[in-house]
Antibody
């Protein structure tokens, strides 16, 4: 069965860095685009970033541009999010999710992991 | 950026009620829209893709309509397990954007 398991969350001080991982199994990872989506405590969903199936194309939200970097290793079936210069506004549950794509367009994510909590606090 | 305005932000309903949630895009997005259900402490679950296509395994009481800028999610007969928060997501252009959510509560 499809599984996405996030890890790497925790408590980090403002200004520091953290790297999240998402281990995929149960499907052909290299054929799906992948996302990071976050949810601050008690708030709505915020799309963070996407990476194409081959890792070449990447897009991110303005709120994280220049600070966060999405990447993937298809040989390890793993997605990453490198988060730098963290602030309290980055405190959230971070979900990874997959999207099928065709002819240059991607569908809405059909499967999500259970999320990992990142708390930015001194 | 495309803004997604979802309404209402919350509603109270009873089991068996027909419930409709609306999402309006600030510019045309064709049918590049998904609907999600989220329960407390859980990951979102996709209900509808491509504005009106039912996700496999999702009960047929859920339906989606719309194209361009106006979209709706309808639950034809609300069941106890449907009390949750619902979100729309546009994936027409980057950055992808969610509506602010609609919390469906028990009346």
């Amino acid at each position: 069965q499809v599984q996405l398991v996030e890890s790497g969350g925790g408590v980090v001080q403002p200004g520091r860095s953290l790297r999240l991982s998402c281990a995929a199994s149960g499907f052909t990872f290299s054929t799906y685009a992948m996302h990071w989506i976050r949810q601050a405590p008690g708030k709505g969903l915020e799309w963070v970033a996407i990476i194409s199936n081959d890792g070449i194309n990447k897009y991110s939200a303005d709120s994280v541009k220049g600070r966060f970097a999405i990447s993937r290793d298809n040989s390890k079936n793993t997605l990453y999010l490198q988060m730098n210069s963290l602030s309290a506004e980055d405190t959230a549950v971070y979900y990874c999710a997959r999207s099928a794509c065709s002819a240059g367009s991607c569908y809405s994510p059909d499967f999500w992991g259970q999320g990992t909590l990142v708390t930015v606090s001194s | 950026d495309i803004q997604m305005t979802q309404s209402p932000s919350s509603l109270s309903a009873s089991v068996g009620d027909r419930v409709t949630i609306a999402c309006r895009a600030s510019q045309g997005i064709r049918d590049d829209l998904g609907w999600y259900q989220q329960k407390p402490g859980k990951a979102p679950k996709r209900l509808i893709f491509a504005a009106s296509s039912l996700q496999s395994g999702v009960p047929s009481r859920f339906s989606g309509r719309g194209s361009g800028t106006e979209f709706t999610l309808t639950i034809s007969s609300l069941q106890p397990e449907d009390f949750a928060t619902y979100y729309c997501l546009q994936h027409n252009s980057f950055p992808w954007t969610f509506g602010q959510g609609t919390k469906v509560e028990f009346k």
